[in-house]
């Protein structure tokens, strides 16, 4: 019987694997191999071109050369090799780099090999890159339909992978800044200061804060950049442009960060705990920021006056004390303001207001230089910052004397405290009634001159606020907005959620001071308040009978008027009142209400009458 026939090793199957080696029968690994475990492609690749005949029944044909140990499979033996090369054992011939897996060296080789992958439809060049194969065709080829399907079809190839995570490139360049991550390679070094960038442009901007350098200009306001991406960003605010849109609700934003930081609403896992409290939160600033509250930890020092701070940014905001950075310039003198109110009392008290000055304040008055480093937004006046910060920090230093009741404004406690002492400073000069909020005065104003600006547009009620519409047009369109986390009942209005949330927490803020009886609403204590008081403001102009409420008012004059606006959709009979319709209904659907007797009634009258006679 003769031999089977033997199978010979492939070539390309052992090229780029590290210290394999095949085993004869009685062979053992050479000092020599043993010392030089990791073998080259070229090694590798010289040891197979003298390739041992195996015969295919050979048992454990694969040998480790650092150990010994051998496989009786090629793909066993290549699994155990990364025990001793630390996972990675594919080399490179070129640069003596190690990779996973064979895919990675192979796109790696690439690199050294200038494949070009990227062929220019239209003369048949190659290029590297995406971008230079659009830069020679914009150049050299006129845009033709079948070029621009080509390039828009390859402008989503990413053939350049990172080998340590996977991540993919649409060119070299790509790869080698994004690589940096991993190796902590900083190739760019500031010349005024140690600091180390990964890439040209980073450097060149940070280089921007030594000179004082500020290349690219606003055309609109004059305000300038040290980068062109924040020129463009400021420029959204003279255009309005919004182009990052949330996909949940609708609400436009100017900057990626913030739509980010606005996503975090419509969010309702909260994965950062504090290992302190347990307190969770949605994003990982405001964890970092809340732990800070346990350590006590201010990082942040004023190198002025060693003032400690727990943010950057509120260093920042104090720094300007001492500095007393003034970015309004006064164009009639020269002299420099803190912010645009301080200029436009100056202007208006020491020099003639003319076209040019009209002009040059109109557009400084949209300016807002003071920005918020939480969440990007920005304002006009660095008060208005401080007081917007509080908002992150939960900073409330204004306490109600009346209550424990706790706010970020002076004005805010003020007109809270109004509610205990009865203040209403605002007085409508036509009917003498009286308001706490000056904004209120002004809504009412409204009523005495008839001004109705907000219309519908699906019916033709008008309003007198903007926000009247939008909750009237929400009776049209159906939209409940404001949704109860806890049996999950949606509104209308924001107010109706707080007060129908008050059903669940079982509060009743408005206490009657006669009896202690507690109500929601202040116009539910009110209304009990008439108990005590007897008092009956509505009176019926037809009869002159009063009642305490003015819906009882209105239901009674429907007896003069005749008006039955409640019809039965079954048999067309109408009523005075809805309680009316609905007891009627009963009569059609048979519906027998349980009362506490077992007893069931139709009537809400049969009812009491059942209830007379016990």
């Not at 339909?145 to 080998?163: A, G, Q």
């Not at 970015?327 to 420099?336: E, T, V």
Request: hydrophobic letters at 20%; proline letters at 3%; a positive charge.
């Amino acid at each position: 019987m003769s031999d089977p026939e033997p199978c010979r090793i492939k070539q390309e199957d052992t090229e780029e694997l590290i210290g394999v080696k095949v085993k004869e029968e009685s062979e053992a690994p050479s000092e020599d191999e043993e010392k030089h475990h990791v073998k080259s492609e070229e090694e590798t690749h010289t040891s197979t071109e003298h390739s041992v005949l195996l015969n295919s029944t050979a048992v454990n044909a694969f040998a480790c050369t650092q150990c010994g140990k051998s496989f009786g499979r090629k793909y066993d033996l290549k699994r155990h090799m990364k025990i001793h090369t630390g996972g990675k054992v594919y080399k490179c011939s070129h640069c003596n780099k190690t990779f996973h897996k064979l895919v990675q060296l192979r796109a790696h080789k690439k690199i050294h090999a200038k494949e070009k992958l990227f062929l220019c439809i239209a003369c048949g060049k190659r290029f590297r890159d995406l971008i230079s194969l659009r830069r020679h065709t914009y150049k050299y080829h006129e845009l033709s339909e079948d070029i621009e399907t080509y390039l828009n079809v390859h402008s989503k190839m990413k053939l350049f992978s990172c080998s340590s995570c996977g991540k993919s490139f649409d060119s070299p360049h790509g790869l080698r800044k994004h690589q940096m991550i991993h190796t902590g390679e900083k190739l760019y070094k500031c010349s005024h200061c140690d600091k180390t960038f990964n890439d040209s442009g980073g450097l060149k901007a940070h280089e921007m804060i030594h000179t004082g350098e500020r290349p690219y200009t606003c055309t609109q306001c004059g305000k300038s950049f040290t980068r062109l991406s924040s020129l463009k960003r400021h420029m959204m605010i003279h255009t309005g442009e919004k182009p990052h849109q949330c996909d949940q609700c609708g609400k436009t934003f100017s900057k990626p960060s913030e739509l980010k930081y606005h996503l975090t609403v419509h969010q309702e896992e909260k994965p950062y705990s504090c290992s302190e409290c347990g307190k969770s939160f949605k994003r990982k600033p405001g964890l970092r920021k809340h732990e800070k509250i346990h350590a006590g930890e201010k990082l942040f020092k004023c190198s002025h006056c060693d003032k400690k701070f727990c943010k950057r940014g509120q260093l920042r905001a104090h720094k300007k004390i001492h500095t007393k950075e003034k970015l309004f310039l006064c164009i009639a003198c020269g002299k420099r303001f803190r912010d645009i109110f301080n200029l436009q009392r100056h202007t208006q008290k020491f020099h003639e207001i003319n076209e040019d000055m009209k002009n040059y304040l109109s557009v400084h008055s949209k300016m807002k230089p003071f920005s918020c480093s939480l969440c990007g937004k920005s304002f006009k006046r660095p008060d208005s910052l401080r007081k917007h910060q509080m908002i992150h920090t939960g900073e409330k230093p204004y306490k109600c004397s009346h209550c424990d009741k706790t706010f970020s404004e002076l004005r805010k406690q003020k007109t809270h405290e109004r509610i205990h002492t009865g203040e209403k400073p605002y007085t409508c000069t036509q009917c003498g009634k009286s308001f706490r909020l000056s904004s209120s005065l002004n809504l009412h104003m409204m009523i005495h001159g008839g001004e109705k600006p907000y219309k519908c547009s699906h019916c033709d009620k008008t309003f007198n606020e903007s926000g009247k519409l939008k909750a009237h047009e929400r009776i049209h369109t159906g939209e409940k907005p404001y949704t109860c986390t806890q049996c999950w009942k949606s509104f209308r209005l924001s107010s109706s959620l707080n007060l129908h949330m008050m059903i669940h927490t079982g509060e009743k803020p408005h206490q009657c001071d006669q009896c202690g009886k507690g109500f929601p609403r202040p116009k539910e204590l009110k209304r009990h308040l008439r108990v005590h008081t007897m008092k009956k403001p509505y009176s019926c102009s037809e009869c002159g009978k009063s009642f305490t409420l003015q819906s009882s008012l209105k239901r009674h004059q429907k007896i003069h008027t005749g008006l039955r606006e409640h019809v039965c959709f079954e048999c067309g009979k109408s009523f005075t009142t809805a309680e009316h319709l609905i007891e009627h209904q009963r009569t059609h659907t048979g519906e027998k209400p349980d009362m506490e007797c077992g007893k069931s009634f139709t009537q809400s009258s049969t009812f009491k009458e059942d209830m007379e006679r016990k």
